[in-house]
């Protein structure tokens, strides 16, 4: 499932010289090419949110010195995969490099909000591609159905689906659920 080196770094080259659009979220690279993804909602947004404040206040328990955070992207150069999750848990520690991207190795969970626009590919795509990175939790809620989805180890092929409101196990934290945030 490699990529040829030359290959994903012209197609960095290329992603990076793609004009930003308003609308337009980021450019991420998988199966062999660009994947433009659409600007979140706001209804998106206050999921991760939401998310991002429970995993927090858990972390320093489960995983001292690591955090929740959004934005930043997660590449596997060996595998031609750059992505940009919703939210990832890492330590802190690794945002203090001049690299780019996250790498595979640092990241303890990846969570995913279903969007509205493609909700093939945060429930195929982005599932397979972090299953091949070695990323051992994923977490995918989808408004759009009201669940919960849990993949976990190994290679994110054990797959456990609640529903808003239940109580989820992601690794070593429970997370509540709350109805929230369904795309009308």
Known sequence: MSTD???CARLHEIADRLPRIPGTGKAE????GIVMTTSPVKRHELAVVRVARQLNARLPQARPGHITHGSADLEDVGLG???NPDLMVFPE???DEEECALLPHEVLLVVEIVS???PENDHHAKVRNHAVMGIPLHLLVDPRKGTGVVHDEPDCTSRRES???DSVAVGPWTLD???PCTYA
């Open 5 to 7: 080196p030359a290959a």
């Open 29 to 32: 690279i998988a199966d062999g």
């Open 81 to 83: 995969r750059l992505r």
């Open 93 to 95: 520690v690794a945002l």
């Open 116 to 118: 509205k626009s493609n």
């Open 163 to 165: 529903a808003f409101g």
């Open 177 to 179: 659920t709350w109805g």
